[in-house]
Each structure stands twice: as C-alpha cells, then as structure tokens.
C-alpha cells in the first residue's frame, strides 16, 4: 500500500474545500499540485504543539458546541413484533 501524500487544497475540488488538508494517492496529489489545485503540506512541531494546545480545553470554553447525546436506548436489530 502506498503512503498517501499529504495536501492543503487551494481551490475547492469535490469532496475538499479550500483550505482542507487531506491525505491523497501520491499520483492524485502530483495531478492536483500541477492543475494549481493543491500544494504539498508539511507541518512543523511547533505548528503541531500549538494546535494541540488551543485543542485543549475547547469544550470547557465553548460547552454550547459540545455534542449531545439523545436520551434514547438504541437498540440493534429490527423491532420485535408486537404481541397478540
């Protein structure tokens, strides 16, 4: 399996938006770093710790954008039939 290459798209090219970073096949991201579409994306330890850092404690900032949990037992499988 090859290693995927890493890119920040600079247009939007279905699925990505501008801006995202995704890993690509290596000769998907050589195709959309030549169209102008991508470059190559490297991230430096520093850029990796302040990211981690202003992460943390996002939700203890911002506890409206924390997910909810529905109050409802999921269960799997189909219903049982009722009985008669």
């Known amino acids: 399996m ?4 890493v890119v920040r798209f600079l ?7 501008r801006g995202e970073v995704a890993g ?5 991201a050589e195709a959309l770093i030549e ?3 991508a470059e ?3 991230q430096t330890a520093a ?6 850092e202003s992460d943390e404690g996002f939700y203890d900032r911002n506890p ?3 997910p909810r949990m529905a109050d409802r037992t999921i269960t799997k499988g189909a219903p049982s039939a009722p009985e008669e």
Do not use: F, I
């Open 24 to 28: 690509v096949e290596p000769d998907v």
């Open 47 to 52: 850029e990796v710790a302040a990211q981690r």
């Open 2 to 5: 090859p290693r995927l290459t």
């Open 35 to 37: 169209a102008g579409a």
């Open 11 to 17: 247009r939007s090219v279905r699925p990505y938006n």
């Open 64 to 66: 409206e954008q924390r």
């Open 40 to 42: 190559r994306y490297t």
